[in-house]
């Protein structure tokens, strides 16, 4: 695979994908899957995804939802995965092949370089690969173009922060012991980015998308899918905005912010589940004009 230059707006996503954020992400990958899974599914089922279809998984990450969507278009339908990550592109090739999947191709590609297709998807998809664009509206008009006439957009991105318990219970038990992260501006790139329904709103717009519906869905999500507490709290201090506080910090820290996030989530344990918090996502639909 050819590999992405680390230069231009999205450089530091570039980095961060390739190193720590994209080994984490394989690192837990299964764990990540199992929690994520229902937000993949009902934009499956919001996009109403058919047999046959075309489909463009934007941010593809490690490839579950890819794979999914495969299954769902079946053999007359393909399905291309894109991804700035090496690393979580490797798994999801392997997945492909371990599923015997043969409508399935994955590339290196940062969305907001391209086009890398012309009039080419039904269906635009994403997970949660979508809020790390510098310039979102040039990598929507960059989707537009890579859609049939009437081809249309389906993602799940985050709420806010404190509409997410199963992130911000760990950094609100960890702020105490830490300086205070710097608050990200409303346009910067970051998991959070697309929380507010108006700007996701301008972004489409402007990138020529029509019919813009943004729904909420906030299901319950079990940490990790993980049943045993303590291997939640390694999760925890391991991957998200809480691990990332705790970086730099002394071993005698690190304990003590252990302590605090095993007390927050202890409460929340529910022996025959695991942790148990509740999420905000909002489920986007919307039509090439
Ligand atoms: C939170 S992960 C989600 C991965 C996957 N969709 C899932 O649900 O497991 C975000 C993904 O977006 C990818 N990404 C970020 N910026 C991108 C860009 N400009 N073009 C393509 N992919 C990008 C990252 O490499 C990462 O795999």
Redesign the pocket.
């Given at each position: 695979m050819p590999k992405l230059e680390t230069s231009g707006p999205?450089a530091d996503?570039?980095e961060?994908?390739?190193g720590e954020?994209?080994e984490k992400?394989v690192r837990y990958?299964n764990a990540?899957?199992v929690m994520?899974e229902p937000?993949?599914v009902e934009t499956i089922r919001r996009a109403g995804v058919k047999a046959g279809e075309a489909v463009l998984?934007?941010?593809?990450?490690?490839?579950?939802?890819s794979i999914d969507l495969a299954r769902k278009v079946g053999i007359t339908g393909e399905v291309v995965g894109?991804?700035?990550?090496e690393l979580?592109?490797a798994r999801a090739e392997d997945r492909a092949a371990h599923a015997e999947m043969s409508n399935v191709f994955f590339e290196l590609?940062?969305?907001?370089?391209g086009p890398q297709h012309r009039d080419s998807f039904d269906l635009a998809f994403?997970?949660?690969?979508?809020?790390?664009?510098?310039d979102p509206v040039e990598?929507f008009r960059n989707v537009a173009a890579a859609l049939h006439d009437k081809g249309r957009v389906a993602f799940?991105c985050w709420q806010e922060l404190d509409r997410n318990q199963w992130v911000s219970l760990q950094l609100r038990a960890v702020l105490p012991l830490v300086e205070p992260p710097p608050r990200p501006g409303p346009d910067e790139?970051g998991?959070f980015s697309f929380a507010d329904p108006e700007r996701i709103r301008r972004i489409l717009s402007s990138a020529g998308f029509v019919d813009i519906e943004i729904e909420p869905f906030e299901p319950e999500v079990v940490l990790g899918g993980l049943l045993v507490l303590d291997d939640a709290v390694d999760f925890s201090l391991d991957i998200g905005p809480a691990s990332a506080l705790l970086k730099d910090v002394d071993a005698a820290t690190r304990e003590q912010a252990r302590d605090a996030v095993r007390a927050a989530l202890e409460v929340h344990h529910q022996s025959r589940r695991g942790v148990v918090l509740s999420a905000g996502a909002w489920i986007v639909t919307a039509r090439k004009g």
């Open positions: 999205n996503q570039i961060f994908w390739n954020g994209g992400f990958q990540l899957d994520l937000f993949g998984d934007i941010g593809c990450g490690c490839g579950d939802t894109v991804d700035i990550s979580m592109l590609a940062d969305v907001e370089r994403s997970r949660f690969g979508v809020m790390f664009f510098g990598a799940a790139p998991p």
